[in-house]
């Protein structure tokens, strides 16, 4: 099989192209050490789904994206020289951040809003949205792993994420969390570090539980044993340019020279609670 290169300059198997749109791909250096991926990066819904039947305002709340992870994204990946992934549709669509067997892999109530065009959807309807969104996305981190892993640079995985500064009446203390399952190779160091920045709340598995089945970190990091960590970010920090250039910043401070480091990037299976345990809401 030969192979072709996209627009963006990532290999690709000729007979497995992508869709030019469910992906972002930012190109970095492979020698970097990182690969950065933001699941829910966008708000956008292809016009054909007809906003999912719900009104555009819903599409700027937490419920569609998360709010200036994307923003974060971008300037970690410029700061670290690193290659990112993005999704250029909307969680509502489909959430790839979670299991194909997952219950709220297409949302049909989510906080408060019912999402009409996810009513009683049809396993193959579900089944095309995979085949269309979700595929995609995934077969992009992929080949990205397999190409680092081809050219000796095993990555650490970092998944960028957001969360709300007030969940159901309760106000969040965090101003950042970072997620884990088992391995601690990342998430430990990124801990001490921000718990060494004055003012900072840190969330150790908080504001969530790093352990989830089928989640992207359990599929591209934790089953081929790639050092990984899950950033969440209060919504707040980052909603606006200055604050998500100051978050990156940070945590290119906080990466790069973890990155550097092969041995803590050397492929290494550590046990998983990802079938024993979900994620906390």
Known sequence: MTNSRTAHGVQQASGSALPPW??????????SGVLILCDHASNTVPPDLDDLGLPRTQFERHIAYDIGAAAVTRALARDLGAPAILTRFSRLVIDPNRGRDDPTLVMQVSDGAVVPGNRGLSNEAIKGRIARFYDPYDAAITLSVRNAMAAGHPPVIVTI?????????????????????????????????????????????????????????????????????????????????????????????????????????????????TRDRLRRH
């Open 161 to 273: 994420h957001s969360f709300t500064p007030v969940w159901r009446g309760w106000v969040r203390p965090w101003h950042a969390g970072i997620l884990w399952d088992a391995d601690p190779r990342f998430a430990k160091p990124l801990l001490a570090g921000l718990a060494a920045e004055e003012g900072l709340v840190v969330g150790d598995n908080e504001p969530y539980d790093g352990a989830l089945a089928g989640d992207t970190i359990d599929r591209h990091a934790t089953r081929l044993g790639l050092a990984n960590a899950l950033i969440e970010i209060r919504q707040d920090l980052i909603g606006k340019a200055a604050g998500a250039e100051a978050w990156a910043a940070r945590f290119a401070r906080l990466l790069a020279p973890l990155a550097l480091r092969a041995d803590l990037r050397r492929p290494t299976i550590h046990p998983t609670r």
């Open 22 to 31: 469910p992906v972002e791909h930012i190109p970095g250096s492979l020698a």
